[in-house]
């Protein structure tokens, strides 16, 4: 496509500033990832508005159970992301992520946004292309960039990886994240048998990285598993519970714990292995002895052990780096589930649940927020629902996943498998599964307005504050629209939180809507209400229009929102 002069000047200025940045990175950086940072292109009218959020009425589900609203977001993930910067900053517990893998065949793509004719844009990213990695590493950051903005104080991102990626995404997340805030490299044993056809290896691993915003992450023992507790067979019936035989001898060696140990049955006198001592004292030993807490084999005549009981390990159990298929699944049986779900596979590379549902219960409390923005085939929100059943959870979770062509697999897959996953459904073996219930609603990506934040024009603001509306009720989980006018709209989360917006700067309805806000208050005033005016100033001038600001908010619009949206433009 030709271009004009104007436009190719524009972009000359732009590729000398990007040469100048490069040039200053370079000299500052001691240690860590360098690469050519290739401008992203998008839709010309997306790059030139401001992103918005817009329900698809239609798609909500919505059940009177008590259990969560889940969002499921349609649109390209950075626009998304950029929205959620403004609703959900410092909300999020845990991210997931599972992105394009850049093996050269996995349908990558990257719109290069400058003019070049050899690498047609936006078409797949081929593994022998000069800016493969440039490519994947600057369509990563961006999007990591913001997402570290979504993690609260405690959060925490779990991102899926294969090796050819691998070694770039751990020193990207390095300098995004921090590398102190690197917590582990966790192997996830994805295949249970290895591919004989394999022209070297076969690869039966894959990586997920684990990265938190502080050092106030919190991380749960998981479960113990039946298998587990299963080692604990013997019962002395000494009200002590079941037990199993255990090391009495550590590898730690102290010359104080180093004595011998007589079994009294047989007179016979252990020592500790060579290069280890007791775990303890004599004295205690002695008192473990007559207490029968020591245990020298069933006939009694072997060497010291100590019975461990289970009424006294930690109920639960450490997180290792090395997660096995029989814990987390495997490929197979992720196919297995969307294949029953949905008759024949609609999603090539799913993930299975047993996965996200130990990301989610190493890192998440009973209310935790948890987004995936590369939702695929949406097991994150299935896991979720699942694992809520299951302890009883009111974790809310968040999908964003784009179009991707005339297949719309977020409409067709992502939220038709949480669809049929909350309501119920008849599997491909006929069997009737029933549904785990839960609420859910459905947004878009959308635009206003005729530039972009950072020179929003008056026209502009007006515009983003007529259609601000469900960016604030996401921002406020308040997500059901109770009532909408010509002036305003009003917002509950079902519960005794209110959402008001004040849309327009005619002032005609404003008594009117100030009235209807505080007939939202019981007579206790325990409801919170959230009132977003819009205005030019402060919306502080409209505290006249309330009896009492007691548990009321005033916020103003649209300057918040821009105010996020430009620092991330810059």
């Known amino acids: 496509m030709e271009q004009t002069n104007e436009e190719l000047q524009l972009r000359i200025r732009e590729l000398e500033k990007e040469i100048a940045k490069l040039h200053t990175q370079i000299k500052k950086e001691r240690y860590g990832l360098v690469w050519l940072d290739v401008p992203e292109g998008f839709e010309r009218e997306t790059e030139n508005q401001i992103p918005i959020l817009e329900e698809v009425k239609d798609k909500a589900i919505k059940n009177d159970d008590g259990k969560p609203t889940h969002i499921i977001i349609e649109g390209d993930n950075y626009h998304a992301l950029t929205c959620l910067n403004y609703t959900h900053k410092g909300k999020i517990d845990v991210i997931y992520i599972d992105p394009p893998y850049n093996t050269g065949s ?18 797949p990213v081929p593994k022998d292309h000069p800016l493969r990695h440039s490519y994947w590493l600057s369509f990563m950051s961006k999007r990591l960039e913001l997402a570290k903005n979504l993690l609260s104080d405690k959060g ?20 995004i994240f921090g590398e102190n805030n690197f917590v582990a490299q966790a192997m996830w044993h994805k295949n249970y048998a290895s591919a004989n056809d394999s022209k070297t290896f ?8 684990i990265y938190k915003k502080t050092d106030k992450f919190l991380r749960k023992l998981l479960p113990r598993t039946e298998k587990q507790n299963s080692l604990y067979k013997y019962d002395s019936n000494d009200g002590k519970g079941l037990w199993r035989p255990d090391n009495l001898s550590v590898r730690t060696y102290s010359a104080n714990y180093d004595y011998p140990i007589e079994n009294p049955n047989t007179g016979v006198i252990y020592n500790p292995p060579k290069g280890r001592s007791w ?11 007559n207490e029968t807490r ?18 006294e390990v930690q109920q639960g ?4 780096t090395y997660w096995n298929y029989e814990d987390c699944g495997h490929n197979d049986e992720a196919r297995r589930e969307i294949k029953m779900i949905f008759g024949q596979p609609p999603f090539d590379s799913p993930k299975p649940t047993k996965l996200l549902m130990q ?19 949406g097991t994150t929100l299935h896991a979720t629902m699942k694992l809520n059943a299951e302890d009883g959870g009111n974790r809310q979770c968040i999908l964003v996943q784009q179009k991707e062509g005339d297949k719309n697999i977020c409409e067709s897959v992502t939220y038709e498998r949480n669809k049929r996953v909350i309501n119920g459904y008849t599997n491909a073996k006929s069997e009737q599964i029933p549904g785990l219930g839960n609420s859910l609603k459905y947004y878009k990506t959308a635009f206003v307005g005729k530039h972009p934040a950072k020179s929003a024009s008056d026209d502009d603001k007006i515009q983003l504050s007529l259609r601000a509306g469900c960016l604030l009720a996401l921002a406020e989980n308040t997500l059901e629209e109770i009532e909408t006018t010509s002036c305003f709209q009003i917002f509950s989360n079902g519960n005794r939180h209110f959402t008001g917006v004040y849309f327009t700067g005619k002032a005609a309805e404003i008594p009117t809507f100030a009235q209807k806000l505080e007939a939202l208050r019981d007579e206790n005033r325990r409801n919170k209400i959230s009132a977003y005016f819009f205005c030019w100033g402060d919306s502080e001038q409209f505290e006249d229009e309330f009896t009492s600001l007691e548990r009321i908010s005033l916020k103003p619009i649209p300057k918040p ?10």
């Open 106 to 123: 996995d349908g990558f793509t990257y719109k290069d946004k400058r003019f070049l004719k050899e690498f047609p844009d936006g078409s």
């Open 156 to 175: 925490v991102i779990f991102i899926s990886i294969d090796d050819n990626e691998q070694a770039n995404l751990k020193l990207l997340c390095d300098k």
């Open 202 to 209: 076969s690869n039966v691993l894959d990586y997920i990285l």
């Open 279 to 289: 775990m303890t004292n004599k004295e205690k030993v002695d008192q473990w002895i």
């Open 294 to 311: 020591v245990y020298f084999g069933l006939n009694g005549k072997g060497a010291p052990q100590l019975k461990r009981y289970l009424s």
């Open 317 to 320: 159990v450490v997180p290792t």
């Open 359 to 377: 990301i989610i219960q190493i890192a998440t409390e009973s209310s935790s927020i948890i987004l995936d923005f590369f939702a695929g085939s």
């Open 561 to 570: 929102i821009l105010d996020i949206y430009q620092s991330i433009n810059n």
